[in-house]
Nanobody, 122 residues
């Protein structure tokens, strides 16, 4: 059973940057697609980004494309979400997830972290 732990969240002003990390234990994730999702208060959980097992392919939600970058370090069993040019509408709890498919759908991910809060002030 894989365990995922996010870190790096916090409060930042609009236009600022944060880098989220997700450390995995219990299973080597080198061949598994990984994803980031977020959930704002009163809203459904939404897809943010995904990366293939090799790290050669990434895909982003339109709302973050060009501002967020997902990467992975399989040797450290850790993956990352670099967030630049943050906006107040990026405020949410961010979750990392491990899945079996390179997918934008939460149902395709079977292991989730506990979430880390990102708050962007205007």
């Amino acid at each position: 059973q894989v365990q995922l732990v996010e870190s790096g969240g916090g409060m930042v002003q609009a236009g600022g940057s944060l880098k989220l990390s997700c450390a995995a234990s219990g299973r080597a994730l080198g061949s598994y697609p990984m994803g980031w999702f977020r959930q704002a208060p009163g809203k459904e959980r939404e897809f943010v980004a995904t990366i293939s097992g090799s790290g050669s392919s990434t895909y982003y939600a339109a709302s973050v494309k060009g501002r967020f970058t997902m990467s992975r370090d399989n040797a450290k069993n850790t993956f990352y979400l670099r967030m630049n040019s943050l906006k107040p509408e990026d405020t949410a709890v961010y979750y990392c997830a491990a899945g079996n498919f390179f997918s934008t759908t939460a149902h395709d991910y079977d292991a989730w972290g506990q979430g880390t809060q990102v708050t962007v002030s205007s």
